[in-house]
């Protein structure tokens, strides 16, 4: 089993719509969540970061934590076709070190 | 504010080679991390430099090795290149008072191919 694990996609919505992205992770003592975007050919980028359980909202981004399931999700209201790009779910120990998920694949069709 | 960054940009070596990347973290950053991203796949952590010391490392051979320089700035070097070391290599700053859990912001990366 994977460290942290992420449908691998690909995740096809249409414009406008809400397009909902799942990981898990096996680490009880993991403390820090983040998602990351990373366009084809291009590094990652920090869209959201969440901590407590809940959610956390940003703009068309909300972030949802349950720790007692170990689940954090990525919801993106109004999807446009520009956010068509890889998500990453990273999580970090208290220890520093940040595992990643292979990412699912998000395409928004016009 | 300069974000994080990285040289060269590619780069092809062949089989038994050795090679250095460079990384300047983000203004205010004092700790750098690398990553290996094959592709199709996440980020796998390398290590993490902290005050010129390894603070942390993940599951690479010894081959992989490092430095972190007085300003912050960082070098990854990877003895004995072997075909499966092509990937993206990415190298990520953060604040380690950050009360933000560390968050990490990665530089344009140094895409590696070994032939």
């Known amino acids: 089993q ?38 084809s050919g291009k590094s990652p980028e920090l869209i959201m970061s969440i901590y407590s359980n809940g959610d956390k909202e940003d703009g068309r981004f909300t972030a949802q934590l349950n720790k007692a399931s170990q689940y954090v999700s990525l919801l993106i209201r109004d999807s446009q076709p520009s956010d068509s790009a890889t998500y990453l779910c990273a999580v970090r120990t208290n220890a520093g070190k940040s595992t990643f998920g292979d990412g699912t694949t998000l395409t928004v069709k016009p | 504010d300069a974000g994080v960054t990285q040289s060269p940009t590619h780069l092809i070596k062949t089989r038994g080679q050795q090679v250095t990347l460079r990384c300047s973290p983000k203004s205010g950053h004092d700790t750098v991390s690398w990553y290996q991203q094959a592709l199709g796949q996440g980020p796998q952590f390398i290590f993490q430099y902290y005050e010129e010391e390894e603070r942390q490392r993940g599951n690479f051979p010894d081959r992989f090795s490092g430095h972190q320089f007085p300003n912050y700035s960082s070098e990854l070097n990877v003895n004995a290149l072997l075909l499966g070391d092509s990937a993206l290599y990415l190298c990520a700053s953060s604040l380690a008072r950050d009360r933000g859990g560390e968050t990490q912001y990665f530089g344009p990366g140094t895409r590696l191919l070994v032939l």
Do not use: H
């Not at chain 1, 096809?12 to 403390?31: F, H, K, M, W």
């Open chain 1, 2 to 39: 994977k460290e942290v694990e992420q449908n691998s996609g690909p995740l096809s919505v249409p414009e406008g719509a809400i397009a909902s992205l799942n990981c898990t992770y096996s680490d009880r003592v993991s403390q820090s969540f983040f998602w990351y975007r990373q366009y």
